[in-house]
């Protein structure tokens, strides 16, 4: 028993130690900048954005959170400190400013500038995307977070940026999606170009180019020999865009569908 208690004693010990040893992080305060008054240096960081001096700008703002974390001027700077990396731009820089744009929601969830937080995140994957006949992951991940801010916040000032950015990325994936479909159409495969034309009529149905997915529609029912269906796209080109390039072969394909 004696022993037992010894190695109890020695344990205890042992986890006191380590809990002393253990110190608590504090920022450090640079004391030129901690000799300032806090609206000075402030104004001096968001000249150095205006510059977009990114580095100085940062470095004055992340002053201003570590000195100030529970004032609102504080908490402002650690979204100025993303915004900073967000600006810059690079994949490093990128990657720095979505976390602390989520660092910003989780230390601050009742903030009135959560909504703006959570449309930066999205913003960074709206960056990444690549080019339509590129691979569309980043997209993909830019239209789940936006649509992801706009429902959770509604009512949200940023909520029409948000929706005008969704609706670019919906339109770069239904490009995608339009680019496959011709590939198909080039390599003979008309059904299978057809299926992924009838879906990009039903899920995307603001695609800024519907005039060539119809278009394509009747091509390949046309080569289907289902004459009468592609006719009624050939029509729809003709008739909901006039204006369009397609609109002449259109008009011509019924012509001759017709004799």
């Not at 510059?51 to 700077?77: C, F, M, S, T």
């Not at 180019?209 to 119809?214: A, L, Y």
Request: proline fraction near 4%; charged fraction near 30%.
């Amino acid at each position: 028993m004696k022993h037992v208690a010894l190695v109890m004693v020695v344990v205890v010990g042992l986890t006191i130690g380590c809990h002393r040893s253990t110190p608590s992080f504090q920022p450090v305060i640079d004391p030129v900048l901690a000799a300032q008054a806090k609206e000075e240096i402030l104004s001096k960081a968001n000249e150095s954005f205006e510059q977009r001096n990114w580095k100085e700008a940062r470095r004055l703002y992340k002053h201003i959170y570590d000195a100030y974390p529970n004032d609102p001027d504080g908490r402002v700077a650690l979204l100025r400190v993303a915004d900073t990396y967000y600006e810059q731009g690079g994949e490093i820089n990128l990657i720095e400013a979505q976390y602390k744009y989520r660092d910003f929601i989780n230390r601050y969830p009742g903030s009135q500038d959560t909504d703006y937080a959570m449309l930066q995140i999205a913003m960074v994957s709206f960056k990444q995307m690549e080019r339509p006949d590129r691979d569309q992951t980043k997209t993909k991940d830019a239209i789940q977070k936006l649509i992801q801010m706009i429902e959770q916040y509604p009512d949200s000032d940023h909520r029409e940026e948000a929706a005008r950015r969704l609706l670019e990325a919906k339109n770069r994936l239904a490009k995608h999606e339009h680019l496959v479909a011709r590939f198909y159409i080039r390599r003979g495969a008309c059904r299978a170009a057809n299926g992924r034309l009838n879906d990009l009529v039903d899920d995307y149905p603001d695609y800024d180019e519907r005039d060539g997915v119809f278009f394509d529609l009747g091509r390949c029912l046309e080569r289907l020999g289902r004459i009468g269906e592609a006719r009624l796209y050939y029509e729809r080109v003709v008739s909901e865009f006039p204006e369009s390039q397609f609109a002449v072969e259109a008009k011509e394909r019924l012509s001759a569908s017709s004799s």
